[in-house]
């Protein structure tokens, strides 16, 4: 999609580490990066972003202290015929058989620290599970997003730098992974494996593991990182700073980390809270199909599961943890829109899940 | 011109032999999973398991299996399901209908929503109405669209049926053949809600496009002639900025008649490609995966090539690359 940017004319060719971005100059002294850093301090929208962001994060970590503490219930252990008392002081059974068809109605939201958004269809406090599955769709979407952009920059840089069949062969993969629907070529992954697992050589990731949606997540994206750091390593390659430090002896390992890196890192810096946001969106999708973590362990997207079976009676079970997942997908979406205006301007990242 | 498309063919045959062969690779080959032992459940014996084997012809070596498989499928016509034994062909045909109706629908909305919204935000830049519809957009591609769906459903099946949304038929699908006005009921709302995210994105799309040409010379060219604002606006930049637009509406229409608008499909009921692909797909049932993914393939493939053809007819700088 992203056309290989024209190589930025070397602002001095004695500098060893050429100037990854321009737009932070006015801003006064210090590297580039710090001043980029300092531009994004000052605006308002990432401020309020980052605050939502780390807002949600702390919330989440503290799971097992909601969990121990003010809930006092375990939310991974089915509690079918467990009860609570309400503000009132009578007593409601978690789980009454349903009014209507067949199936159990759990408790609504009671307001109060014990099942403060109700129970789910087995009993467990939803409240409780939402920040527990918080955790896990965050963690996915770090690591995934981590591992997506350190394997498509892996890729990008051997495709761009080596050349010739290296990056004949490499290419050609990216596009035939590219022409399958990412969101497909996941869920055929992830389906296949689900319940057996993968086992790469003498590792072996379980089919429980939270490491089975992060390897297959990770791994579906990195096309979408490495043909822009491909397009970037070929455009810096021909740089008059590359054959000055050629010129002067440099080797390939000095060359790759003192004149390539710099150049093609704020690419993979900007990509990456996309690709953090992408990839829980998806982690959210196959949880929702039921392919992505397994219970009774939980993410946002099993929650939302969960929920929509009890839609019409107890709403707020689904719409809770999306409205959670909407909101940190949006703000680290803001995030990356301001990283982007001020590390690389020009470049036109696309990624998401439909 | 000839020879560019004759290019592109080619190129398109050799992406689906390419897709096919990774969606068979993915299936026997993903490391540490057996497929026999899949279908063959939990407490299967080893002799089911070789029975499995032998039945499905799992036995031989995996390029025997391949051509074969693909022989049944495009040549003999006659591949059967593993799980019902039942011909594979006519149920992926029964699903593309479902799928073309959403898919083409929702088209329609996004791409139209997508071209007022960006247009507007980009002529209007730097003012009220350009941060307000681009916040719009940014909140529509953040929604996870199967919870968009389930908020949806609970509005008008639920909370709201008895009041706003009475006269909305239940979820599912009802050929358009059979009842024209039931088939727009049960599927306006999963246009909708498909539409959003993709209209949000396109708009961003088209918004920074835009901008981008404005400041290009030729632009500057057709201002200075004297020409009217909607004129430059109209004839020469949206007819520039359109270019990246609509190859990224080849992929996405291309990727969701071939089964990516699945969450959209389920939520709503809706027995399209992308559900059936998930069906045989948990059902480790090869062959029905085998159809539904060539022909997905072939979905992409045939969007782009007309897209890509179309534009080389349009823009001749394309057809040299």
């Given amino acids: ?354 | 011109m000839i020879a560019y498309v004759a290019r592109r063919l080619v190129a398109a045959a050799g992406v689906l032999i390419a897709v096919s062969v990774l969606v068979f690779l993915i299936f026997f080959k993903t490391p540490g999973v057996d497929p026999a032992k899949q279908i063959a459940g939990k407490q299967a014996t080893p002799q089911v398991i070789a029975q499995i084997r032998a039945d499905f012809g799992m036995d031989k070596p995996l390029p025997v299996q391949y051509l074969d498989m693909m022989r049944r499928l495009v040549i003999d016509r006659d591949l059967v399901s593993y799980t019902d034994r039942g011909p594979v062909l006519p149920r992926v045909a029964k699903t593309i209908p479902v799928t073309l109706s959403l898919v083409g629908g929702a088209a329609v909305i996004w791409v139209l929503l997508a071209l007022g919204a960006g247009t507007l935000a980009a002529v209007f830049r730097g003012r009220l109405v350009d941060p307000l519809l681009m916040g719009l957009g940014l909140v529509g591609i953040s929604l996870p669209v199967f919870w968009l769906g389930g908020v949806v459903n609970l509005l008008t099946q639920g909370t709201l049926h008895h009041s706003l949304f009475g006269w909305l038929p239940e979820l599912g699908y009802t050929p358009i053949t059979v009842n024209p006005a039931k088939w727009f009921g049960q599927l306006l709302f999963p246009w909708i809600t498909l539409a959003i995210g993709m209209a949000g994105l396109y708009a961003r799309v088209l918004r920074a496009d835009l901008i981008e040409v404005d400041r290009s010379d030729f632009v500057l060219t057709a201002r200075a002639k004297g020409l009217s604002e909607s004129r430059v606006l109209l004839r020469h930049m949206l007819r520039n900025s359109l270019i990246p637009f609509v190859s990224l509406f080849g992929l996405d229409v291309g990727a969701m008649l071939g089964g990516a608008a699945v969450l959209t499909e389920r939520v709503f009921g809706l027995p399209g490609v992308g559900n059936l692909t998930f069906h045989s797909l948990s059902r480790f049932d090869l062959p029905v995966l085998m159809a539904v993914t060539l022909y997905g393939a072939f979905a992409v493939v045939l969007v782009n090539l007309v897209v890509d053809i179309g534009y080389a007819a349009l823009d001749p700088r394309i057809r040299v690359r």
């Fill in chain 1, 1 to 354: 999609m992203t056309e290989p940017r024209q190589a930025r004319p070397a602002a001095a060719v004695t500098r060893a580490a050429p100037r990854p971005f321009e737009t932070g100059r006015a801003l006064g002294g210090g590297g580039p990066w710090r001043r980029g850093l300092r531009a994004l301090c000052r605006s308002p929208r990432v401020m309020v972003s980052a605050a939502i962001l780390a807002a949600i994060v702390v919330l989440c970590l503290l799971a097992p202290l909601y969990a121990d503490h003010v809930s006092g219930t375990d939310p991974f252990v089915a509690n079918p015929v467990g009860s609570t008392v309400l503000d009132d002081g009578t007593e409601m059974p978690l789980l009454q058989p349903a009014s209507r068809g067949v199936g159990v109605l759990p408790i609504g939201p009671t307001w109060q620290a014990h099942f403060l958004l109700g129970a789910d269809g087995s009993g467990r406090d939803v409240a409780a599970r939402i920040l527990y599955g918080g955790r896990n769709t965050l963690l996915i979407g770090l690591l995934a997003g981590a591992l997506a952009c350190a394997g498509g920059l892996l890729v990008g840089l051997l495709a761009g730098y080596v050349g010739g069949v290296v990056d004949g062969v490499l290419s050609r993969a990216l596009d035939v992974v590219w022409a399958f629907p990412v969101l497909m070529l996941a869920i055929s992954i992830s389906a296949i494996s689900f319940t057996s697992g993968i086992s790469l050589g003498f590792v072996r990731v379980g089919s429980g593991s939270l490491a089975l949606p992060i390897l297959i997540i990770g791994v579906v994206y990195v096309p979408y990182v490495a043909r822009p750091v491909r397009g970037a390593v070929l455009s810096v390659r021909t740089a008059d700073y590359v054959h000055a430090a050629t010129s002067y002896g440099a080797g390939h390992g000095r060359i790759i980390r003192r004149e390539i890196l710099p150049n093609v890192l704020s690419r993979v810096l900007v990509l990456f809270p996309l690709m953090v946001a992408t990839a829980m969106l998806l982690e959210s999708g196959l949880s929702f199909l039921g392919i992505g973590v397994h219970p009774p362990a939980a993410s946002w997207g099993t929650i939302i599961e969960d929920g929509t079976q009890l839609l019409r009676n107890r709403p707020l079970m689904a719409i809770v943890p999306g409205a959670l997942l909407a909101t940190t997908v949006c703000v680290l979406n803001v995030l990356g829109d301001a990283i982007r205006d001020t590390f690389d301007p020009k470049a036109e990242p696309r990624a998401r899940v439909r």
